[in-house]
Structures are given as structure tokens and as C-alpha cells.
């Protein structure tokens, strides 16, 4: 019978073959996202001093990007590289700080009172906005552009717009229907796995990530504790009004393109 170093060992091997992550890219992957989750429990340590927040916080915080990080392992496979990169250890430091800010907002039931903790939520969405640009450019400097970073970068995104939809529809600058901002991304996946058609190629569009942009600058005007109704409701109807533009452009582009160039 073998050993429990061994059965380990033997575990450890079986786990990387079905994943088909060569070991050096899993192991330098696993190395980042353990030091990313250690400095998300010290942030929420840190900020779970508020009595306000509390243990929930640093749960929340964690759970969340574990959860991220767990998906992003089994999409490795996807991976080109032998190592993870310094583009995709931006886009996981900002998946982080995403889930704080989620911990924060479902955790910190007085948020809507607390001027201070509005402004340093807006300061962390901002600081994520600019990091969305860092990884696109890491990622080109060291010629480590793939379909993998692309789709975790989006996926990034798409929860934290997600997220703060969330935020505006809880601090009541717009009306629950401000949610389908953030959930207009997944009913599209969703669409995907019921029209095929869905799940086509879309051509690189400046008009996609100018979209993407807007809507989290809006959503994070909307934190603004200066910004409120009608102004509030305002500014969310136009950005869900352009997003519901982009995709509908998109769906009828994949809707109306040929079967035999997809």
C-alpha cells in the first residue's frame, strides 16, 4: 500500500493530467493565486477593524476570490505559456479587488450612511479601471497576448460591472432594473447555450471596450454620494441604453453570419 506522501504524489499527478496544465505553469499559477488570497485576508483583516464589517467581511472577501481563482484553474488548459505572466497576475490582483469591494457592499448594512467608505470604494473601483489598461499592456510588452487573458480579463470585468449595478440598485440611485446592467453579460452566455449561433467569433471592436469603460465610470459615478435621483436614475438609463445598443449589434451580427465562416 502506498504511503500518504506517496498517494499524495499519486493525487497531485492525476489532478494535473486532467486538468493538462504542464506542472511548472500550474505551480507558478497556484504560487501567484496563494499570495493574492494570503494579501485578500490581510486587507479584510485590516478592514474587518470596523465593527460595521466584521468577520463576514474577510469570508466574503476570500470566498470570492477563491471561487474566481478556482474557475480561472480550470480554464488553465487554455493557457499558451509556461508561466502565468505578469498580465494575467494584474487582471487576478484586480479580480481581488472586486471581491472586496462585493464584501463590502453585501457585508456593510449602514453603506448608504458612510460617506468615507463610499469614497474609498469609488477610489478602489477606479484604481481597478486603471489596472484594466496595465494588463493589456504587460501583456503586449512580453508578448504573452492569448485567447486565456482576454477571456479572464472579460470575465473580470463583467463581475465587477456585475457587482456595482448591484451597489446602485442597493443604495437606491436607480430601480432594481439598474441590474441589468451587470447581468446583460451573463444572459447572453446563457442565450449561448441555447442558440448556438451565439457562440460565433465576434471581430475586434474599439465600440466593445469603449462600452465597457462607460459603464463601470458610470457605475462608479453613481457611488458618488453627491450623485442622486433623478440624476442617479439618469445616468444609469443611458448607460444601460448603450449597452443594450452594443449588444444588440453584436447579436445581430452573430445571429446574421453564415454558418460556414463561423
Known amino acids: 500500500m502506498a504511503s500518504g506522501p506517496d498517494r ?11 486538468l493538462s496544465v504542464p ?6 499559477t497556484v504560487f501567484d493565486f496563494s499570495l493574492l488570497l494570503a494579501a485578500t485576508a490581510l486587507a479584510g483583516l485590516c478592514l474587518s477593524l470596523r465593527p460595521e464589517l466584521g468577520w463576514e467581511f474577510v469570508l466574503f ?3 470570492g476570490a477563491a471561487l474566481i481563482f478556482g ?3 480550470g480554464a488553465l488548459s487554455d493557457h499558451p505559456f509556461d508561466r502565468f505572466g505578469y498580465a494575467n497576475l494584474v487582471t487576478a490582483f484586480r479580480a481581488c479587488l472586486v471581491s472586496l469591494i462585493g464584501a463590502a457592499l453585501f457585508c456593510f448594512e449602514g453603506l448608504v450612511h458612510e460617506k468615507p467608505v463610499l469614497l474609498v470604494m469609488i477610489g478602489i473601483v477606479l484604481l481597478t479601471l486603471a489596472l484594466d489598461g496595465v494588463d493589456g499592456y504587460l501583456a503586449r510588452r512580453f508578448d504573452q497576448e492569448s485567447a486565456f487573458g482576454a477571456r479572464f480579463d472579460m470575465e473580470v470585468d463583467a463581475l465587477m460591472i456585475l457587482v456595482l449595478s448591484s451597489a446602485a440598485a442597493l443604495l437606491d440611485k436607480a430601480g432594481l432594473w439598474v441590474m441589468l446592467i451587470g447581468l446583460m453579460r451573463y444572459a447572453f452566455v446563457l442565450a449561448s447555450w441555447v442558440d448556438p449561433r451565439l457562440e460565433g467569433e465576434l471581430f475586434p471592436s474599439f465600440r466593445r471596450k469603449l462600452v ?3 459603464q463601470i465610470s458610470a457605475l462608479c459615478l453613481l457611488l458618488a ?15 444601460l441604453a ?8 453584436d447579436l445581430r451580427y452573430l445571429l446574421r453570419k453564415p454558418l460556414a465562416t463561423r
Do not use: H, K, M
Open 8 to 18: 499524495l504524489g499519486e493525487w497531485r499527478q492525476n489532478w494535473v493530467e486532467r
Open 242 to 249: 448603450l449597452l443594450t445598443y452594443s449588444f444588440a449589434v
Open 225 to 239: 454620494p453627491f450623485v442622486i435621483p433623478p440624476v442617479s436614475t439618469v445616468i444609469a438609463f443611458a448607460a
Open 23 to 28: 506542472d511548472n505553469l500550474l505551480r507558478d
Open 71 to 73: 474557475l480561472c484553474l
Open 61 to 63: 472577501s476570500v470566498s
Open 212 to 214: 465597457c469603460v462607460v
